[in-house]
C-alpha cells in the first residue's frame, strides 16, 4: 500500500485576485505620485499674467537664481500646454511648446554658472518630463511631434541638471 503524503504546493490561505489588484494599486501610486518636494501648485493652471510675471522675474534674476526661474516657468508653460491639448488648441500648445524649448535652452546655456536651487530645480523638471511624457499619450500627427522633440530637449536639460546636482 503507497499513499501519497504529498502536500499542496500553495499556502493555505492563499491571496485572491482582489488582494493583487489592491497592492497593484497602492504600488502605481507610490511610483507615480509626485515627488513630495515638487511644487504644490502642480495642479493648478498657470494664468498667462501669471507666466508673463514670472518671466519678467526670471529675465531680470541673478544669473544664479536663473536656472530654477527658468525651471519653474517651463514647468507652468507645459501645464499650459496640456490643458491646451486637452481643450483641442493644438495650435496654441504648439507655440507653448516651443516657448518651453527656448527656456529649457536659457537653462543648458545658464548651468554653466554657480547656480542656486540646484535640486529644487531637477525636482521641478523631473515632475516636468513626467508630466510632459503623459501629454504625449493625448496628441497625434504633427502634435505629436512637436510634444516629443520638447520632451527630448526637456530629458536633456534634466539630465543636465542631475549632474550638475551631484558634481555639487
Do not use: W
Request: with cysteine; aromatic share 4%.
Amino acid at each position: 500500500m503507497s499513499f501519497s503524503l504529498r502536500r499542496e504546493l500553495r499556502p493555505p490561505h492563499s491571496a485572491g485576485p482582489a488582494l493583487h489588484l489592491v497592492s497593484l494599486g497602492l504600488l502605481s501610486a507610490l511610483c507615480f505620485a509626485p515627488s513630495a518636494h515638487a511644487r504644490t501648485k502642480t495642479e493648478a493652471i498657470p494664468t498667462p499674467e501669471a507666466i508673463a510675471e514670472l518671466e519678467q522675474r526670471a529675465s531680470l534674476a541673478s544669473p544664479r537664481e536663473q536656472p530654477f526661474l527658468y525651471t519653474e516657468l517651463v514647468h507652468d508653460m507645459t501645464e499650459q500646454a496640456g490643458k491646451q491639448i486637452n481643450d483641442g488648441e493644438s495650435e496654441k500648445a504648439a507655440a507653448t511648446l516651443k516657448q518651453v524649448n527656448r527656456y529649457a535652452h536659457l537653462i543648458h546655456i545658464n548651468l554653466a554658472r554657480d547656480t542656486k536651487r540646484l535640486k529644487d530645480a531637477e525636482e521641478l523638471m523631473h515632475h516636468t518630463t513626467y508630466k510632459l511624457a503623459q501629454f504625449l499619450h493625448l496628441v497625434s500627427g504633427p502634435d505629436k511631434e512637436t510634444v516629443q522633440a520638447t520632451l527630448t530637449q526637456l530629458d536633456q536639460v534634466n539630465d543636465e541638471l542631475l549632474t550638475q546636482v551631484f558634481t555639487h
